[in-house]
């Protein structure tokens, strides 16, 4: 068509110098950068055909740095923050609706601290800190409307030691037992509505297995001995 589809700046030493601009075949701007002496630095900014914003952010000496904006459909999905080219710092993600999702904690493209998670209604989701990429201490786990659902420890990633989950009032307890692994194991207690003990089952993994013990009234009314039960969840 011959129609000028990049428009670029150079030095005298023949390197990317300045503003440098592509454009799609309706001529629209598709990607305004900029370098220096050949480096990308300075304000990146790529669009969409209809003019929406895909990312948005600055480089430094080729490498990203300060805060990066992601979108998609025109709605922001991701805002990053770099250092050197690593993500360091408060990073947030989003939901498709626009609604805040998670807030993530970086040093050097690791997770750690505190990160918290929402639904698409601004609820939330969960809440834990993270080591080195690794979830680490105590998580809670929410309902979409709100009430704490389960909660308890982790280390290196992975579920250890007692957990407690609630019945959808978000205080009474359902059942309590410990994790190993990430994976259910030993004796787990389960309670009624009224927190009175109503049973206790013997867990390996995602199966039950061993002596089962029953309650009425809060009291031991009888046991029996499961083989195996195997749980899909």
Not at 182 to 187: C, F, I, R, T
Not at 218 to 227: W, Y
Request: glycine share 12%; net charge positive; aromatic share 16%.
């Amino acid at each position: 068509s011959g129609k000028v589809k990049k428009i670029e700046n150079y030095n005298l030493t023949g390197s990317l110098n300045g503003l440098t601009k592509e454009f799609f075949e309706s001529d629209k701007v598709s990607l305004n950068s900029v370098y220096n002496n050949g480096k990308k630095s300075g304000l990146w900014t790529k669009y969409n055909e209809n003019g929406g914003i895909i990312y948005n952010g600055k480089y430094e000496e080729n490498v990203k740095d300060g805060e990066w904006i992601f979108n998609e459909n025109n709605i922001i999905q991701e805002k990053l923050i770099f250092n050197k080219g690593k993500t360091n710092g408060l990073c947030m993600f989003y939901h498709d609706n626009g609604k805040l999702k998670s807030k993530k904690f970086f040093n050097d493209n690791l997770q750690n601290g505190e990160e918290l998670n929402y639904y698409s209604n601004s609820i939330m989701s969960s809440s834990g800190s993270y080591s080195n990429n690794n979830r680490e201490g105590h998580f809670k786990f929410y309902a979409k409307q709100g009430a704490l659902a389960e909660e308890g420890p982790y280390k290196k990633d992975s579920r250890s030691g007692e957990f407690t989950e609630y019945y959808p009032d978000g205080k009474t307890v359902r059942a309590k037992g410990p994790y190993t692994f990430g994976k259910k194991s030993g004796l787990w207690d389960y309670y009624l509505k009224d927190g009175k003990l109503e049973m206790q089952l013997p867990w390996k993994g995602m199966t039950m297995r061993g002596k089962c013990i029953f309650y009425k009234n809060g009291l031991k009314d009888f046991d029996s001995f499961i083989k195996e039960v195997k749980v899909f969840l």
